[in-house]
């Protein structure tokens, strides 16, 4: 069973930065992409950014030239990092990592971890 565990939330002012990081472990098969989402209250969860295992990355609108995406480890095993700069209390929300496999029969699963919380205020 995948396990993702992130870390590295907190409490930050405006304009200030963190740096989450979130590690994908257990899995039988390859991990192409490691994804960042938030969920705010009152909110939906929406994607924030992307990595894939041959290294191409993706970002929502509202963090390009913000925050940077990267990614490392073997096929089974990923490590993901969220650099977040300029942050603003907009971005106040609990942040996701989801690891998303590819299974032997042509499908893919996803697995989720449990969040961590990025507050920003004064």
């Known amino acids: 069973q995948v396990q993702v565990v992130e870390s590295g939330g907190g409490l930050v002012q405006p304009g200030g930065s963190l740096n989450l990081s979130c590690t994908a472990t257990?899995?039988?098969?390859?991990?192409?992409?490691m994804r960042w989402h938030r969920q705010a209250p009152d909110r939906q969860r929406e994607l924030v950014a992307a990595?894939?295992?041959?290294?191409?990355?993706?970002?929502a609108d509202f963090v390009k030239g913000r925050f940077t995406v990267s990614g490392s480890g073997p096929s089974a095993k990923k490590t993901a990092h969220l650099q977040m700069n300029n942050l603003k209390p907009d971005d106040t929300a609990v942040y996701f990592c989801q690891a998303i496999i590819g299974n032997p029969g042509g499908d893919y699963s996803a697995a989720w971890g449990q969040g961590t919380q990025v507050t920003v205020s004064p």
């Open positions: 990595v894939a295992a041959h290294g191409g990355t993706q970002y």
């Open positions: 257990g899995s039988e098969y390859p991990i192409y992409v």
